[in-house]
């Protein structure tokens, strides 16, 4: 059997004690290590679940995953996933190719940064469709996601913006040469994603969103030192420092909004006076 | 502190270690048990927990929070909710309850059916809003939903449609005569929640979806009985026995959709041929 196991969003314990039974029994533990990370070390996840854990990166997922699901006819593998199992394309393609090979799959689903995002206040079934937003290059700036956000803003919908983490990356050099060198991790900011997301819009000028556009940071969502901060984009570009250490999240509101939800949100607010201001004349509309 | 704790979709173990330690040492235990239900009673999870709990029903939760959040200044509370603890709207109107007590609040996420509802193969961020379906009356047949899926499928999305749970309600005459006698629980089925759009989009004519339209319906989402069918509307209003007992839900496809979605639901299609000539047709265009 594979199991998909989801790890939730913060540090060991958020697995569910279904997921750990699974984990304790398994013939081999992989961990999924590129989508999202958890908050702890591996090495903490080893000694808590007292097993060893092989780290599955992008290529060994995507291009061996025959190895992950070997014997997985006889034998117990689990695959562990931060968040939802199903949160990321790469696993419903594990399923598949489990599917192919006649491997039974069972799923023990988690908290996902999709339905954790709840906790800033903002109501789930107010949200559109998430969109991702990538490290810009100075060559490569993919803007996808603002038509994304202007189909969502024109039905007054919030839009969850998912920040791109790095980790195990090469630079350009290293991989030109061939050689196993990686690069730190990196993770963006609410900051970074903020001011990306105000170039694209200096850039297409349709007046999706702009400076006095209200969202929501987030940062460790369902963590104990979970932190939301609530602002203007033009705030959040600089609020890096009140949400903290990754991984950030960030919601741009959307005009349907709830008087319940600014009344949630307003306790996040970097200046409450100026967060009712901008709300009652440009949000709370059905 | 006031400990808001996601229990999962589907049975006891489905909680996590860190909620299973909240639940073990908190004063006291409250179970919310009208917006959503595990798949197993009440005695089980207080065997499992080794706690009593007191199921708070809507009254108690909407008029009667300051019981609940007594003396939680002091003590530990723990507040249980199927899924995660902010699926529903009620319980962010308890969280800005224990605020203006200054009540410490901390949550403990989990899966949610809107997270969960990845395992249908269907991408989340290919999702737009949430709808609700509501039992119909004779002479109250709320159509919101309608608006909503009309404008998720204008931008190609996925709808997730949450499906009615009566428990504890009165039968008119019951309540009228001040009795508190209770009628039986009932849980909206795939089969009624297709008739009941089908029935709408006869009434209001705006070709929103239609017979043909592909869905998939879910059930059990979670659980080692997890069952899901895809077909079209037409063929769903039928399908109830194939998905088997509560709770059901059901996704409405958007055409928009990725030919990884198509492989991954045509394993659960009634008709696998007809599946692919719709989905052909009329799907994963972008």
């Not at 992950?68 to 034998?75: G, Q, V």
């Not at 609020?239 to 709830?258: C, E």
Request: glycine share 8%; charged share 25%; proline share 3%.
């Amino acid at each position: 059997m594979l199991y998909l196991v989801g790890l939730g969003l913060s540090d060991e314990t958020d697995i569910t004690v279904k997921g750990l039974e699974v984990v304790k029994k398994a013939s081999r533990v992989y961990l999924e290590a590129y989508t999202s990370i958890l908050l702890v070390d591996q090495s903490v996840l080893e000694n808590y679940y007292g097993r060893s854990i092989v780290v599955a990166d992008r290529e060994m997922v995507e291009s061996d995953s025959d190895e992950i699901l070997r014997n997985a006819e006889t034998e117990d593998v689990a695959f562990l996933v931060v968040g939802d199992p199903f949160g990321a394309t790469t696993h419903t393609d594990l399923v598949l190719r489990a599917r192919e090979l006649s491997i039974p799959v069972q799923t023990v689903p988690n908290a996902s940064i999709m339905s954790g995002i709840g906790a800033t206040g903002l109501q789930l079934y107010n949200f559109g469709q998430t969109v991702s937003m990538v490290f810009f290059l100075d060559n490569w700036r993919p803007a996808s996601f603002y038509d994304r956000i202007k189909e969502n803003r024109s039905i007054g919908l919030h839009t969850l913006v998912l920040l791109d983490i790095k980790v195990k990356e090469q630079s350009l050099e290293n991989m030109a040469r061939g050689r196993k060198i990686y690069e730190p991790p990196r993770y963006m900011t609410v900051g970074q994603c903020a001011q990306q997301m105000l170039e694209i819009e200096e850039e297409k000028k349709e007046g999706v969103y702009g400076l006095d556009s209200l969202a929501v940071g987030a940062a460790r969502v369902g963590g104990k030192t979970e932190k939301y901060v609530a602002g203007t984009l033009k705030q959040l570009c600089n609020a890096d420092d009140i949400l903290g250490p990754p991984l950030h999240s960030l919601v741009l509101l959307g005009r349907r909004a709830h008087e319940l939800e600014r009344d949630f949100t307003r306790e996040f607010a970097i200046d409450k006076e100026l967060w009712t201001t901008i709300w009652d004349r440009d949000y709370g509309k059905q």
